[in-house]
T-cell receptor, first 113, second 112 residues
Framework: DAGVIQSPRHEVTEMGQEVTLRCKPI?????LFWYRQTMMRGLELLIY????????DSGMPEDRFSAKMPNASFSTLKIQPSEPRDSAVYFC???????????FGPGTRLLVL | GNSVTQMEGPVTLSEEAFLTINCTYT??????LFWYVQYPGEGLQLLLK?????DKGSNKGFEATYRKETTSFHLEKGSVQVSDSAVYFC???????????FGKGTLLTVNP
């Protein structure tokens, strides 16, 4: 069975550019999470969707970050404009329900120059 | 708020050595506890979990026991293999809440 799919796996961009990260959750899962992983701050929850609705976006760092989930099988995380401090690995995870086991995608490694 | 503290790495062991990675938590209630493993270039995978005091989670030779009295959930394995080289994360979650609180991660390297 396919797990959580993320694209691209690697992204290198220049400061000021728009970056869009994509995620396809596991079919049938109704909860989706975006995380950011850095050496300094570890794993941080950015946003949580339930049934395609954003429930908790308190972890979104600032207005440059936005996330959408137009349907049950697709979500995007957008950074506009990007800055060097956004360089990190971004993970998408999904689960059957809010309190169920979260399954992580392979991550997108973002480098902003 | 809730927090998870795990031993800082890196940890380097020889094959067949005994492994312990310490993890302690703070929480207002009685959280569920987890160990996740992240192999190089991959996402996190659930390794084991325990949902109440004195529960023991186990998987792939790894074990961890939920100790309420010491608020700990230490990860152990009796004989590590090279293939166990990865980053290990301890995490907690209150009740059926969606929010996982992760430790900083511990890098384990096992040499042949």
């Amino acid at each position: 069975d396919a797990g959580v799919i993320q694209s691209p796996r690697h992204e290198v961009t220049e400061m000021g550019q728009e970056v869009t990260l994509r995620c396809k959750p596991i079919s049938g899962h109704n909860s989706l999470f975006w995380y950011r992983q850095t050496m300094m701050r570890g794993l941080e929850l950015l946003i949580y969707f339930n049934n395609n609705v954003p429930i908790d976006d308190s972890g979104m760092p600032e207005d440059r970050f936005s996330a959408k989930m137009p349907n049950a099988s697709f979500s995007t995380l957008k950074i506009q404009p990007s800055e060097p401090r956004d360089s990190a690995v971004y993970f998408c995870a999904s689960s059957l329900g809010a309190g169920e086991t979260q399954y992580f995608g392979p991550g997108t490694r973002l480098l902003v120059l | 708020g809730n927090s998870v503290t795990q031993m800082e790495g890196p940890v380097t062991l020889s094959e067949e050595a005994f492994l312990t990675i310490n993890c302690t938590y703070t929480a207002t209630g009685y959280p569920s506890l987890f160990w996740y493993v992240q192999y190089p270039g991959e996402g996190l995978q659930l390794l084991l979990k325990a949902t109440k005091a004195d529960d023991k989670g186990s998987n792939k030779g790894f074990e961890a026991t939920y100790r309420k009295e010491t608020t700990s959930f230490h990860l152990e394995k009796g004989s590590v293999q090279v293939s166990d080289s990865a980053v290990y994360f301890c995490a907690s979650r209150e009740g059926s809440n969606y929010k996982l609180t992760f430790g900083k991660g511990t890098l384990l390297t096992v040499n042949p």
